[in-house]
């Protein structure tokens, strides 16, 4: 399983969200207004294991939106503020068969935009460091 999609299955496990209705892999789609959305981008360089080949813990980065109704921030802001502290609860843990050391955020959430359709979106990034995904 994917990053994201280990990501996204914490959330959804916590009340954030429904895979597929509410929940979004790398997009947010223009409906439904309340939503959020799960991005795998750029983290940090990969740990090798001492006296050991390959790779032992990898940095990848995450970003997780949350989305509400045209004109509320309010919402959308709790979902973004409840992922951001579950995240800072996880130390030594199996996501989805993936033992996660930490998920650390980078920041707390912030508005990244309000879209065309005055509907306001909050961001936060995290930096995981994990055992590589179980499967590719």
Known sequence: MSL???????????????????????????????????????????????GTPGIKHERPGVMVRFRGEKFDSESPRIKAQLAYRLFMTIQGQTLSGTTYLTL??????FILERDGNERVVWVFNALPEKELSASV
Do not use: D, R, W
């Open 104 to 109: 650390h955020p980078t920041q707390p959430p």
């Open 4 to 50: 994201g999609l280990e990501i996204i299955s914490l959330l959804s496990a916590n009340g954030l969200g429904t895979y597929k209705a509410s929940l979004f892999l790398n997009s947010m789609p223009e409906t439904p207004n309340v939503c959020g959305a799960v991005y795998e981008t750029g983290g940090a360089a990969p740990q090798g294991g001492f």
